[in-house]
């Protein structure tokens, strides 16, 4: 049974940083693609970042390109996002995708003063 759990949401001041885990168990993650996704209210799920199996970044959304960084570590079988000079904008639930087909319940991620 695959289980994709996200983790490292919470409050932040803008300019500040955090880094949300995304760890994995059923499946390997350095098989798969990997991906991170957000979803604000009342807006759609967009892709912010995508790993590739042989660790090739492949993507990053426009808004966040210079800031967040996505990695992976094998031996964790865990992948991570980086979140550098937040924003408010950057204010949403965060959602680890491995494989296309796996998520994780997501976790929110708040930019306010």
């Known amino acids: 049974q695959v289980q994709v759990v996200e983790s490292g949401g919470g409050l932040v001041q803008p300019g500040g940083s955090l880094r949300l885990s995304c760890a994995a168990s059923?499946?390997?993650?350095?098989?798969?693609?990997g991906a991170w996704y957000r979803q604000a209210p009342g807006k759609q799920r967009e892709l912010v970042a995508k790993?590739?199996?042989?660790?090739?970044?492949?993507h990053y959304a426009d808004s966040v390109q210079g800031r967040f960084t996505i990695s992976r570590d094998n031996a964790k079988n865990t992948i991570y996002l980086q979140m550098n000079s937040l924003k408010p904008e950057d204010t949403a639930v965060y959602f680890c995708?491995?494989?296309?087909?796996?998520w994780g319940q997501g976790t929110q991620v708040t930019v306010s003063s």
């Open positions: 995708n491995i494989a296309h087909g796996f």
């Open positions: 059923g499946i390997r993650v350095s098989f798969y693609i």
């Open positions: 790993i590739q199996s042989d660790g090739t970044i492949d």
